[in-house]
């Protein structure tokens, strides 16, 4: 009983103050800048984490022009403001920020998305940048583990190859991309993959091949919205005689293909109708956002906080969420069991477990019950959150304690 009284005060206070913390430091809507406004970060509450590393026009004589390996130092054009313009997509479709990462170096200063030997050739002053760089990246990644448990992030970039249309990077090879879907898919383990994380959660529903050129991926719907992406449905390699990007050291870094729960996305954009004017970049984020929340919501990637509560994540984190339906939880601290009873009967009720780091350690479908109980006598003693959801998106959340 002491151990169940010295965990209900103490969680609490413990995740009160680390929600302060980072609310303070990083406010969404605000703009944080590293030394010299070299590379600047926009947070947010969504799930959807966008950088823009090669979009830089800034030249400072005092960080010396990158000649270390023979370095790419193409300038990939308007792909800074592309970024922001992913922002204000977000903002109008979910009513919440993206969180945004640029660097405003030019590439002959500085490469963010390369290692930081090759990335900064030693310079001290680039180097900070180059920190400062992944450093905004690693709060945001961090934020939204804390927040959703997993998340996407895109990389921004610009291609001046010959075929017009966006090349879509997810660290799959050229020439594994000429494989046969039964190819790719049945050695799905042995390349290269920055979605890991979304094919291992729909180990039944999804292959490799789906998610990057099946009819629900993201290039296929690009495609069908009038930008031409390879791979896709319509488009589904890139011809072995023909350049093409499949991804860089941010993807990696990112992504899922060494483990975790961001899945990584490179975009490669052609220029003419997709960055080269403010009317087309506007009109691209709107696209790409409107196909990544359908993606997103097709593989169910952050239910049952689905992004239309993304204010209510940021704002309720220690209390009880929106409550659209009544939530009752008892008892709490929970010791062997916990009941739930629902305001009204509700059909198809998810119910998702999540632990401090945001992990989710248990989930289950409640059907239309009113009233259920929970064994939890497997659950690790601590403090967690229970996320209800159901069709309609109505959410609701408790904070509960399980002491053993
Ligand atoms: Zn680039």
New binding site residues.
């Given amino acids: 009983m002491f151990k169940c009284l010295f965990l209900f005060f103490i969680c609490p206070v413990l995740f009160l103050n680390g929600f302060l913390l980072s609310a303070q430091s990083f406010l969404p809507g605000q703009t944080y800048y590293g030394a010299n406004q070299y590379i600047e970060y926009h947070p947010g509450t969504l799930p959807i984490i966008f950088s823009a ?2 979009g830089g026009l800034v030249t400072p004589s005092n960080i010396a022009d990158r000649t270390c390996n023979s370095p ?1 130092v ?1 300038t ?1 054009s308007n ?1 800074s403001d592309l970024a922001m313009q992913m922002d204000s997509a977000c903002l109008k479709a979910f009513g919440c920020h993206a969180h945004i990462i640029i660097c405003n170096l030019k ?1 002959t200063k500085l490469d963010c ?1 390369r290692d930081v030997v090759n990335g900064t050739c030693g310079d001290p002053n680039a180097t900070q940048a180059w920190n400062e760089f992944h450093s905004y990246v690693d709060t945001a990644v961090q934020e939204v583990l804390k927040k959703y448990g997993g998340g996407i992030y895109i ?5 001046g190859h010959p075929i017009q249309r966006l090349e879509l990077g997810y660290l799959i090879t050229q020439t594994d991309l000429n494989r046969t879907d039964n190819s790719l898919d049945t050695s799905a383990n042995d390349s290269t993959f920055s979605m890991r994380h979304l094919l291992a959660a729909h180990p039944s529903a999804l292959t490799l091949s789906k998610i990057i050129r099946g009819p629900s991926s993201i290039g296929t719907a690009l495609a069908a919205r009038g930008y031409p992406s390879v791979p896709s449905q319509q488009d589904p390699f890139p011809a072995m005689a023909d350049p093409y ?1 499949d991804g ?1 050291y941010n993807t990696n870094r990112y992504g899922s293909d060494n483990g975790g729960t961001i899945d990584g996305l490179q975009i ?1 954009s052609n220029f003419t109708g997709v960055r080269d004017t403010p009317g087309n970049r506007k009109k691209f984020a709107d696209t790409l956002i409107s196909v990544l929340h359908t993606f997103l919501d097709t593989y169910d990637q952050f239910s049952p906080l689905n992004l239309g509560t993304c204010n209510s994540v940021l704002t309720d984190a220690a209390g009880p969420a929106k409550a659209d339906v009544e939530l009752t939880l008892f008892p709490n601290p929970v010791c062997g069991s916990v009941s739930l009873r629902f305001s009204s009967r509700q059909q198809h009720l998810q119910i998702r477990c999540i632990d401090m780091t945001g992990q989710c350690v248990f989930e289950l479908n409640a059907g239309d019950q009113s009233e259920l109980t929970i064994p939890l006598q497997e659950l690790a003693s601590g403090c967690y959150f229970l996320n209800l959801q159901s069709e309609a998106g109505l959410f609701n959340r408790k904070f509960f304690i399980t002491p053993h």
């Fill in positions: 590393p090669h790419t193409v990939d792909t590439r998305n990389d921004l970039h610009g291609q990007f860089g490669e």
